[in-house]
């Protein structure tokens, strides 16, 4: 589950459409998986913005210029509605117990689906009212990150696989195992589909990887060393300020949003 940058330089990232500078670097392929080496490429941070430290952040969605997250942590566990430039919590639907840890969330065709953690269920909400869920499905896995395609639900178990699920009633349609030229890649996280490929934290890393969904290679990678100490070094509390974690993209501005469980910042970024 879940060093050194400045404000609007460039740091690296990987394409994610045809359209934006691909790398100087020849890619090369190892005798491991016989995959290429996951191609790297810019992307510029243009934004810093408050985060509600108390957010065990587990999944993010941009919806209608809204974000929505889904935090962990058992009780404190919850579904809210955030102002993205001010980090104010809007709205906020505590949905944990003392055996339910939310996880990952996504939007699909009007509804908002959110994962637990080991408690094998999938609270389903209408986008116009997260407080009652109108749906609850069995999942037989550990639920970390979701996201979805035009047709499935894609959903990761802290494994090297990646599900592809039908929405309707929750069976399994098909597995890729994600996999760069190394071999699997494990403890796949939060995932966000941003121009057709998953973009997923790996837990307890400092990078985000890109997978082709269609084989689940992982095709390309960003690395994000020492953010907390570049932006924040002073508001970090030991044993608190957790790991980098969380994923949003609005399709409209082109902008992707970054951040980590209970870190006090946001970070808006657009591609090159």
């Not at 993010?60 to 404190?76: H, R, V």
């Not at 809007?90 to 699909?108: A, D, N, V």
């Not at 908002?112 to 749906?135: A, E, F, G, M």
């Not at 990761?156 to 760069?180: C, H, M, W």
């Amino acid at each position: 589950m879940k060093k050194y940058l400045l404000l609007a330089v460039s740091i690296l990232f990987f394409a994610c459409n045809g359209n934006e500078s691909q790398p100087e670097e020849t890619a090369t392929v190892t005798t491991g998986t016989g995959l290429a080496v996951p191609q790297i490429i810019n992307l510029n941070i243009i934004g810093i913005y408050p985060h509600d430290t108390s957010a065990y952040t587990q999944g993010l969605e941009i919806y209608k210029g809204k974000l929505y997250e889904g935090t962990g942590d058992f009780e404190s566990s919850s579904l809210r509605i955030t102002n993205i430039k001010t980090g104010r919590v809007e709205h906020k639907h505590l949905m944990g117990t003392q055996k339910i840890f939310g996880e990952g969330i996504t939007i699909f065709n009007n509804k908002i689906y959110q994962l637990t953690w080991q408690s094998n269920i999938v609270n389903v909400y209408d986008i116009n009212n997260i407080d009652t869920p109108v749906k609850i499905f069995n999942w037989p896995y550990e639920g970390w990150g979701i996201t979805h395609t035009e047709t499935d639900l894609i959903i990761s178990d802290g494994s090297a696989n990646l599900y592809f699920v039908n929405p309707e009633n929750f069976k399994i349609r098909s597995t890729v195992q994600v996999t760069d030229n190394i071999g699997p890649v494990e403890s796949i996280n939060e995932l966000e589909m941003i121009n057709g490929y998953v973009f997923a934290n790996v837990y307890q890393s400092d990078f985000i990887i890109k997978i082709d969904p269609a084989n689940g290679h992982v095709v390309g990678k960003i690395d994000l060393p020492g953010l907390k100490e570049q932006y924040f070094f002073n508001q970090i509390v030991k044993d608190r300020t957790d790991v980098l974690n969380g994923i949003a993209y609005d399709s409209i501005s082109k902008k992707i949003y970054i951040t980590g469980k209970r870190w006090p910042t946001m970070f808006e970024a657009t591609f090159n």
